[in-house]
């Protein structure tokens, strides 16, 4: 029978049917839902850990103890782990290892779209890359079997195309039962295999050479990489989504898919450029493909074309692939068969065509009701103390929020400097919140706040950082700011979930994958623990006790942390029988309360209004309101 199923879903499906029976993982998208799927098989273990390092040395531990393994992280978590998937691939395995990288072209919900292909070349490890949901199934098999066939971990290359994107998947009915439980492999006690001395390592360094020529040979004949001979004037070498792309934009030409893109088939390569006139590389982000087979010392006299056709940057189209083409002449206009371009102009009546008209932009905002607004609209007050409340039209100085009204000679000393994380709190560097200097990488925070600090910045310095991220990468910042002496404030988001991926458990939440109870890691007294003295839990929704305790840290000579603690109100999916109103004859127009960026907020005929419908009855705008505009009432009685 037939399947529709997501290129994640198809992963964890093929997983399962692989006898894999350990997964391990750290959330991030496009990644989240394989491992999401995959924890619904029955008599699995499945388990987010606090990292992406964590998750591939327990994957590590569970592949030497003999069993199938899958670990899954987007493309910026194996730099988390690339310590010991670098490792890995010197010690090699027992049971299969599949390590899932689910790289980002565009960067749909990424700070960066490097290219992981280049792990794979990096530590000499084998590399697939499906293209499609019943190669996700077909590929996961056959990297468990290389994976415990050449002792090698198997880096399994995702992207967000591949993920998201839905296809057939042909799958018996007694497949999708679990095949019978395959026995693990016994471990065995190997001192000069797993023990990386130096000694050992130069032994193992050797033996990952000799498996590099074995794979190479592997790679010839595995039947993911396959020549679709077409017109031979043009021959196309590709990979992952692209090959979709050149299908529908070349359907005549010969192509060579490369399904294992790592080690290359070097002779499946020079043989098929022997027999076309032009070789066109096309692949998204690195000339990955293009630098090694332009090296390839027994390449043919061949036109060669690769990087001088299609963009480094972005993700691919079959709009962007047949415009590269048609600039390059490699193809014509009139050969295209769909739209290259939104809201091209009708000829008959020179008017646009609606329908094709790109959507108005929308950018991203924090959930009505989120327990994030109330401290990023305090932190606004203080990084701009000078300015007007907002910088909204109609805004003047009688229309300042009780913060900016509050002991301005005080505020004006701080002018702070706000170092961000990654989660969705990430948008509170946006507008008209605006209340985030920087944010890199997961944890980095904490570092740059302390950075700064001791470099002798003049303004005070914060850290912002969501508790799953915390977590994940910012224990060991926050252990260096205690040794080194500083005085830095940590504001530890803490909405019980990682929110940003799906509302994911980790160790806060003290709920496990499967929703059974497990122990929870409470902040404060690790951070207590840890040596922090001026530990502080405050409500999310109490902004004048954050506005308070927020003043007094700064002020401290001590490091201090603030846990701001309030369920992601996603998760909580409480009902309010109170609701946000405003009484349009004392608004005054000034948009205070817009600054709090709600999207329950509205303009309406001049003065603010209230979608009750999604107000959750937090009281951040409320409380915001400099001329108390804004009541609240019984959900019943709101006016209609």
Not at 28 to 50: C, K
Not at 243 to 252: A, I
Not at 537 to 561: C, F, G, K, W
Request: hydrophobic share 40%; net charge negative.
């Amino acid at each position: 029978m037939k399947r529709l199923l997501l290129g994640n879903e198809a992963v964890a499906l093929g997983a399962y049917m692989s006898n894999v029976s350990v997964v391990t993982g750290y959330p991030g998208t496009p990644s989240t839902e394989i491992l999401e799927r995959f924890a619904r098989y029955p008599d699995v273990h499945a388990q987010w850990s606090p990292n992406e390092k964590v998750a591939l040395e327990v994957g590590v531990g569970a592949s030497l103890a003999g069993a199938r393994v899958m670990v899954t992280m987007k493309h910026v978590g194996l730099n988390v782990a690339a310590d010991p998937f670098f490792a890995v691939a010197y010690m090699g395995v027992n049971g299969g290892l599949v390590v899932i990288s689910a790289d980002d072209p565009g960067m749909h919900s990424s700070q960066g779209e490097q290219d992981n292909r280049n792990y794979a070349k990096f530590a000499k490890v084998p590399m697939l890359e499906p293209s499609n949901s019943q190669e996700c199934v077909d590929m996961m098999r056959a990297g468990l079997e290389m994976s415990e066939r050449f002792d090698t971990p198997v880096l399994f290359r995702m992207t967000t195309r591949v993920s998201h994107a839905q296809s057939l998947v042909e799958v018996d009915a007694e497949q999708i039962k679990r095949s019978p439980k395959a026995p693990p492999r016994p471990f065995g006690r190997n001192v000069q295999k797993y023990v990386m001395l130096p000694a050992n390592a130069r032994l193992q360094r050797v033996a990952l050479q000799d498996r590099l020529e074995r794979l190479r040979e592997y790679a010839e004949t595995t039947p993911f990489n396959y020549i679709r001979w077409g017109d031979r004037s043009l021959g196309i070498v590709t990979h992952s989504m692209a090959y979709q792309y050149v299908r529908e934009v070349f359907p005549n030409a010969s192509v060579l898919k490369l399904g294992m893109s790592y080690p290359l088939p070097r002779k499946l390569i020079v043989d098929f450029a022997s027999q076309v006139e032009t070789l066109l590389i096309a692949e998204e982000l690195d000339p990955y493909l293009e630098e090694q087979i332009r090296a390839l010392p027994n390449l043919p006299p061949v036109r060669v074309l690769g990087k001088e056709v299609f963009p480094e940057i972005g993700e691919f189209s079959p709009q962007l692939v047949a415009k590269c083409a048609i600039e390059h002449g490699l193809l014509k206009p009139e050969e295209v068969t769909f739209p290259l371009a939104d809201g091209k102009v009708a000829a008959e009546t020179d008017e646009p065509d609606i329908l094709n008209l790109p959507l108005p932009p929308r950018p991203p905002l924090l959930c009505a009701g989120c327990g994030h607004r109330g401290t990023f609209y305090t932190l606004r007050q203080l990084m701009y103390p000078d300015e007007q409340d907002i910088g909204l039209e109609g805004n003047d100085q009688r229309a300042a929020s009780p913060y900016a009204r509050g002991n301005v000679a005080q505020r004006r000393q701080y002018g702070i400097v706000v170092n961000g994380d990654i989660g969705c709190y990430t948008l509170g560097a946006l507008q008209p919140l605006f209340a985030m200097d920087t944010c890199g990488c997961m944890g980095a925070s904490i570092p740059y706040a302390l950075g700064m600090e001791k470099a002798g910045v003049k303004n005070k310095v914060v850290a912002i950082i969501g508790d799953s991220t915390f977590f994940h990468s910012g224990i060991t910042g926050l252990v260096d700011v205690i040794t080194s002496g500083a005085a830095t404030t940590i504001i530890i988001l803490d909405n019980l979930t990682t929110a940003m991926t799906g509302g994911n458990v980790n160790p806060g939440t003290g709920v496990a994958l499967d929703g059974s109870p497990a122990r929870r890691v409470e902040l404060e007294t690790l951070c207590k623990g840890l040596g922090i003295e001026d530990v502080q839990v405050i409500n999310a929704y109490d902004t004048e006790t954050i506005e308070r305790e927020l003043n007094r840290s700064l002020q401290s000579a001590e490091p201090s942390v603030l846990i701001v603690r309030e369920p992601c109100v996603l998760q909580a999916r409480a009902t309010y029988p109170m609701v946000s109103w405003v009484e349009r004859d004392k608004c005054v127009s000034c948009w205070a309360c817009l600054a709090t960026a709600c999207p329950a907020l509205i303009r309406d005929n001049g003065k603010v209004g209230v979608i009750p419908e999604m107000c959750t009855d937090c009281e951040v705008c409320n409380q915001v309101c400099p001329y108390d505009a804004i009541l609240r009432l019984e959900r019943e009685g709101v006016p209609a």
